[in-house]
């Protein structure tokens, strides 16, 4: 803060022909640390509103639907990342899990698209045809959703997806609505 006031005090001098002492620059000083320590006194006094969304919990598809939920964990220190697929059927019963490692990628929606990616390969190989895919990565599911080509860095994986949607169920994936946002603790 003494060096911050020293150096305004230098521009007011040479910009605006005003000219403090060293005694007001000091004054300014304790005046600016009287303020921050007063916010910070009141910073941690004040708590910080926690936002509640209750207990989410897994929901089933529709009726003969199978609902696809796809993750990605990682480890940047080891450059690994784990991809998983589960797929449940209407009941909620599981039908399949899968899962997949790929080393040296550090990037997590790069991670969350290939999960994806993963998912859409079991569902295309095992001929699901009424599939819902729902993921915990808002940005993948928003890009996938949308009309618009994606060129962002995992762009090439998100058009990708769009072909095999569009070729497998002959829709558009912003029309199909089958890509869906859900909060990481409900994919429990």
Request: charged share 30%.
């Amino acid at each position: 803060m003494v060096m911050r006031n020293i150096w305004l005090r230098r521009n007011e001098f040479i910009f605006e022909g005003v000219f403090k002492s060293p005694s007001q620059v000091i004054k300014a000083t304790r005046d600016e640390l009287r303020v921050f320590q007063l916010v910070q006194h009141n910073a941690k006094q004040t708590p910080i509103p926690r936002v509640e969304r209750g207990a989410v919990l897994w929901s089933r598809p529709r009726e003969s639907f199978v609902k696809a939920n796809w993750d990605a964990a990682m480890s940047k220190k080891d450059r690994k990342v784990g991809l998983g697929v589960v797929i449940r059927d209407e009941e909620g019963e599981i039908l399949v899990a899968a899962r997949e490692q790929i080393n040296y990628l550090t990037d997590s929606a790069t991670a969350e698209c290939l999960a994806l990616w993963k998912a859409m390969e079991v569902c295309r190989e095992l001929n699901f045809n009424r599939v819902l895919f729902e993921g915990d990565a808002q940005v993948i599911v928003n890009a996938v959703n949308k009309g618009d080509e994606d060129y962002s860095s995992y762009g090439s994986v998100i058009e990708d997806a769009k072909k095999l949607l569009k070729a497998k169920y002959g829709s558009s994936c912003a029309s199909s609505r089958s890509f869906i946002f859900t909060y990481r603790y409900s994919l429990d």
